[in-house]
């Protein structure tokens, strides 16, 4: 009832990063992206802007990942941040601990950390009464 709209998740992949394929260093992106290789360092979406993660079975991430939307069938060693909606599909394995809004998990998905909720700021969900004195 209080809620706050979420955005949509990507559709379209703008970029994919095939397998075979090993990226050493830091990666930043904004729209959809998806991995089926391997990324040595921190995958990051452009702040403020709807962005979706898709992580094949075969994909690895070694490091920090900070997305809108994410479904993983491969393995992050490394934190998890995802401001929306997270999918842990049946092949998915986290090691390290994950921030969410909204998760699905399902069966024999993985995770080796500790799951945190991050709700929507308090303010949002905060009524104002009047008090009866008119303060």
Known sequence: MFSKKHSKPQTQIDSLIG?????????????????????????VAEQG??????????AQVNGEVNVTHLVINGTICGPVFV??????????????????????????AI???HLIHTSTSVQDKVVAFKSSNGE
């Open 19 to 43: 397998a075979g394929t090993t990226i050493e260093g830091n990666l930043n992106f904004s729209g959809g992206l998806r991995i089926d290789g391997q990324v040595n360092g921190n995958v």
């Open 49 to 58: 802007k709807p962005s979706t993660l898709v992580l094949s079975e075969h």
């Open 83 to 108: 401001s929306e909606y997270m999918e842990l599909q049946s092949k998915a394995k986290v090691n390290g601990d994950v921030h969410y809004t909204t998760l699905e998990i399902q069966l024999g």
């Open 111 to 113: 995770v080796e950390g």
